[in-house]
């Protein structure tokens, strides 16, 4: 059984950084694809980042391209989202999911296997 945690999550002005980590236990971190979804009250959870087991490949969101940056450490079983120039509407919490079987698509929550319990990020204005 795969366990993912999110970490790193807070309360940052309008325009500031975060750096959301997940540390996954339990499986063969280095042959899942990682990704990074958000979601506030009352909508779907939205795709945010993603990466390929290698790090060869990242995926972005038009909403964050170019602000935000997925990595990860298979030395340390981590996947990291660094978040810059925030803004309030970016207000949810943040959830990393690892997917174990390849699905030919990153940017929906069904091409994942496993979640972690979240981390809230809150972007005051």
């Known amino acids: 059984q795969v366990q993912l945690v999110e970490s790193g999550g807070g309360l940052v002005q309008a325009g500031g950084s975060l750096r959301l980590s997940c540390a996954a236990s339990?499986?063969?971190?280095?042959?899942?694809?990682m990704g990074w979804f958000r979601q506030v009250p009352g909508k779907e959870r939205e795709f945010v980042a993603a990466?390929?087991?290698?790090?060869?490949?990242?995926y972005y969101s038009d909403s964050v391209k170019g602000r935000f940056t997925i990595s990860r450490d298979n030395a340390k079983n981590t996947v990291y989202l660094q978040m810059n120039s925030l803004s309030p509407e970016e207000t949810a919490v943040y959830y990393c999911?690892?997917?174990?079987?390849?699905?030919?698509?990153?940017?929906?929550?069904?091409?994942?296997?496993?979640w972690g319990q979240g981390t809230q990020v809150t972007v005051s204005s």
């Open positions: 990466i390929s087991w290698s790090s060869k490949y990242t």
């Open positions: 999911a690892a997917a174990i079987l390849e699905r030919g698509t990153y940017y929906v929550t069904w091409a994942y296997d496993y």
């Open positions: 339990g499986g063969i971190f280095t042959s899942y694809i």
